[in-house]
T-cell receptor, first 112, second 118 residues
């Protein structure tokens, strides 16, 4: 069964600090892995998309890594800002049918 | 994403009522999707449509129906709402032509509809 597991479920950090969110998946065959940011009351917005041949991709202060061998990904946020408070969702796409499997997300809270 | 709109944004209804949630997009995408999001669960696919004449069931289609009235419009109906259909519903779109260009089939989500069934 295709699954995407994220940790931690929630995280609270001080503004300006860095943090790393984790994603493990069992989706096969693998096509790509995406990280989405979902603000409260809003729809998810894509941060990064990586295929198996890409092991790191950055989008501003967000850097995603992918280890396709161990089926793990991480999202690193540098110099956090209050606006980073949101849920971060890891999503993995199946090769061929492009079916998406969503993780349950990590709820990140940045405090001043 | 302002290019994908959903109406209503919030709705409270009673058990047994028929409800329609609407989604419109100005992105010109051919593919549209309906998902529901529940606390503690990942988004789950209800229905998807690759064009006006192509409707497909997702993993949790029971109790729901859809209509693709035009390329830009995709509606989700609950024929007889029940309390366990209380959830946040999202519409999404993607561009098949992007995949054909070698790009990813990225999905763009609407702002969501919060539905409460009493």
């Amino acid at each position: 069964k295709n699954q995407v597991e994220q940790s931690p479920q929630s995280l609270i950090i001080l503004e300006g600090k860095n943090c790393t969110l984790q994603c493990n998946y069992t989706v096969s065959p693998f096509s790509n892995l995406r990280w989405y940011k979902q603000d409260t009351g809003r729809g998810p917005v894509s941060l990064t998309i990586m295929t198996f041949s890409e092991n790191t991709k950055s989008n501003g202060r967000y850097t995603a890594t992918l280890d396709a061998d161990t089926k793990q990904s991480s999202l690193h946020i540098t110099a956090s800002q209050l606006s980073d408070s949101a849920s971060y969702i890891c999503v993995v796409s199946n090769f061929g049918n492009e079916k998406l499997t969503f993780g349950t997300g990590t709820r990140l809270t940045i405090i001043p | 994403d302002a290019d994908v709109t959903q109406t209503p944004r919030n709705r409270i209804t009673k058990t047994g009522k028929r409800i329609m949630l609407e989604c419109s997009q100005t992105k010109g995408h051919d593919r549209m999707y309906w998902y529901r999001q529940d606390p503690g669960l990942g988004l789950r696919l209800i229905y998807y449509s690759f064009d006006v004449k192509d409707i497909n069931k997702g993993e949790i289609s029971d109790g729901y129906s859809v209509s693709r009235q035009a390329q830009a419009k995709f509606s989700l109906s609950l024929e007889s709402a029940i309390p366990n259909q209380t959830a946040l519903y999202f519409c999404a779109t993607s561009d098949l032509k992007a995949r054909d260009r070698g790009a990813y089939n990225e999905q763009f989500f609407g702002p969501g509809t919060r539905l409460t069934v009493l």
